[in-house]
């Protein structure tokens, strides 16, 4: 396991604030051309340096009080993977029957998962023990590590989609059952389910967006001022008169 | 605001698997480099296009069933800073006397967050009403939208470290205080308090680790196979030999 990337960013480098032009495009290529993959995974094994490589992007995510509460279950065990599988089917069908009729012919034609088809699953969890009861920044929002579990896994995806390998949230699943599966103790909370592994394409967009099942937002309707009731639209213009 | 960065990422391009090394670079940088300031905020005005592409960054994060739970409330006034200030040294205080004594002592002298130094403040939330009750992928994990918005702020953090900017996530709040302040209806949940702008330095290492608070975990001490209760330490020679 080498810590060599590591290193390199340390020292006078660490300095650095504007990234330059290359550096900048690789953070926003990554952001926008991250996909969910669920159909396109190929069984080509994972190189034990790449894999390396996004386990460690994901344990320097940012986490509360420097808690560090994540573990990475790496799940190769083609029957372990079966029994995860079974319960997707489960939660599947448990919601299916959930949605409105016309939405649930959609739902149930939907690829969701690509569980036996990736080489590698990884399960992230948060160990809600760790270094102790107190933690700072966890005091007035006890969720605050959970959260922290999921910026682990964003970076994961980010690094993993620079490597050229995809990834899949799989969140139809019972969390009590990945507990069993995967014999968790009761304080650690399965977080994030992963597929992973290289990819036959990254779809330009995501998927539930080509399928019509929901539009992207404009992101000037996401945006607001100083409070709840003063949402932006697209006023850009005014902002930056304000800025 | 333009959309032309994020058009270049489709089409032809769009297919492009493992990034080149510069791109690839950058993305590292921004993980490795990432930190939570606290202390190194300048005054100084974020240009209204940076503002823009770390919101966009933001908004492409992955989110459960497409239903982009977030929306991002800019906070310059600063009224309303001094409130989200007061809040955060009731919460300290209470805080404070949870830890033991010796703990006690380094907490209080911790410098935790810059909302009045910070230009701008950005509060993360997450509609848990948006596109209507049944999301595909919430159904067996209700907290999976919270999840949702939490890699919108990762994926805003990242881009903010590529720009130059420092970001600072602020937890030590009552979220029924921030909802107050805020005016939050009653199904919006305040996901993370971001202070933002330039910083005079980004530290080498997270401040707690450098403070001696907590040390940096090994990366083997994280990682496990199958199951819970095979930790696989530093045995990286025999995962390779298993992939």
New interface residues.
């Given amino acids: ?1 080498t810590t060599q ?2 290193d390199r ?3 006078a480098e ?6 330059p032009d ?13 996909r ?1 993959i669920r159909s396109q995974f190929k069984p080509d ?2 190189a ?1 340096d790449v ?3 996004i ?3 994901a ?4 986490s ?5 509460p ?8 083609v029957a ?1 993977k079966q029994k995860i599988r079974e319960d997707f089917e489960r ?1 599947t069908e ?2 299916a029957v ?3 009729p016309e ?1 649930e012919a959609v ?1 149930r034609k ?1 690829k ?1 998962e690509g569980i036996r088809e990736a080489p ?1 699953n990884i399960c992230v969890t948060c160990d809600r023990r760790r ?1 102790g009861p ?1 933690v ?6 006890p ?2 590590d ?2 922290s579990s ?2 682990a ?3 994961l ?3 993993a ?4 390998l995809g990834v899949g ?1 799989v ?5 009590r059952e990945l507990r069993r ?5 009761a304080e ?1 909370e399965p ?2 389910y992963l597929c992973v592994g ?2 036959t ?6 998927e ?2 080509s399928a019509g ?2 539009p ?2 404009p ?2 309707d ?8 003063t949402p ?1 639209q ?1 006023k ?1 213009e005014e ?2 008169a ?2």
Same sequence: chains 1, 2.
């Fill in positions: 396991m990337r590591e960013i340390g020292g660490g300095k650095l604030h504007e990234f290359e550096w900048k495009e690789g953070v926003y290529r990554a952001i926008y051309a991250r969910d094994p994972i034990e894999l390396a490589r386990l460690r992007a344990h320097h995510a940012p509360v009080g420097f808690m560090q994540w573990d990475f279950i790496l799940i190769r065990d372990i939660a448990e919601a959930k949605f409105a939405k739902y939907l969701l590698i270094f107190v700072i920044g966890r005091t007035s929002q969720v605050m959970l959260f999921v910026c896994v964003q970076n995806w980010l690094a989609r620079a490597e050229g949230w969140s139809i699943l019972h969390p599966i995967l014999a968790l103790p650690v977080i994030a290289h990819v394409e990254f779809p330009d967009r995501p539930l967006e099942w929901l992207r937002m992101l000037g996401v945006i607001r001022l100083d409070g709840w009731d932006i697209n850009w902002l930056e304000e800025l």
